[in-house]
């Protein structure tokens, strides 16, 4: 049982349209969720962190956690061509003593103008 | 400036040899990990600190060695009996477990 999943994709969306993406895990012990851009061969660049139930907002991007339902999403208004990048989700696993991050496989996202 | 430098950028390994990818960080962070990326595919985790002198195999450790002898340093040592090291390496570190951790920018490996 894989512990982050992602839909792979590709997502493609037109510019200044809203582009959804999702993310469930396994653990119900998780407590920490983040969000991370990575653009074709770059290092992945943390774009959003949640702790809590509920929606936060961070300019064009708002993360949305329910630990019910076990899902995570991230919401990206207005988008760009700058967004196009691939989007991996990762979730700290508490149930480990060790407290690592599990990453799914990412989200690839296309914005085309 | 504070941040995670990884180094080489670019390293070439030949069959049967052993190399080292560098791991520095400056931001205090009690935790540090190795990723390995293949194309297309997510991070898969190899070693990780989360204290000096203390580390865990991740998922992929085979064929890896690390050590932590100072909170800054986390090198990573691909030996030769990783079979296809060919990939992209990412470090990483955060405060404790269960913050934000941040990358370097990554060694691209390639076996020649």
């Known amino acids: 049982q894989k512990e982050v999943e992602q839909n792979s994709g590709p997502l493609s969306v037109p510019e200044g349209a809203i582009a959804s993406l999702n993310c469930t895990y396994s653990?119900?012990?998780?407590?920490?969720f983040f969000w991370y851009r990575q653009y074709s061969g770059k290092s992945p660049e943390l774009i959003m962190s949640?702790?809590?139930?509920g929606d936060k907002e961070d300019g064009r991007f708002t993360a949305q956690l329910n630990k019910a339902s076990q899902y995570v999403s991230l919401l990206i208004r207005d988008s760009q061509p700058s967004d196009s990048a691939t989007y991996l989700c990762a979730v700290n696993n508490r149930g480990s003593t060790l407290g690592r991050l599990y990453f799914g496989r990412g989200t690839q996202l296309t914005v085309w103008p | 400036d504070g941040g995670i430098t990884q180094s080489p950028k670019y390293l070439f390994r030949k069959e049967g040899q052993n190399v080292t990818l560098s791991c520095e960080q400056n931001?205090?962070?009690?935790?540090m990990y190795w990723y390995r990326q293949d194309p297309g595919q997510g991070l898969r985790l190899i070693y990780y600190s989360q204290i000096v002198n203390d580390f865990q195999k991740g998922d992929i450790a085979e064929g890896y060695s690390v050590s932590r002898e100072k909170k800054e340093s986390f090198p990573l040592t691909v030996t030769s009996a990783q079979k296809n090291p060919t990939a992209f390496y990412l470090c990483a570190s955060n405060l404790r477990g269960n913050t934000e951790a941040f990358f370097g920018q990554g060694t691209r490996l390639t076996v020649v």
């Open positions: 949640i702790y809590s139930n």
């Open positions: 931001l205090n962070h009690d935790a």
């Open positions: 653990d119900r012990g998780s407590q920490s």
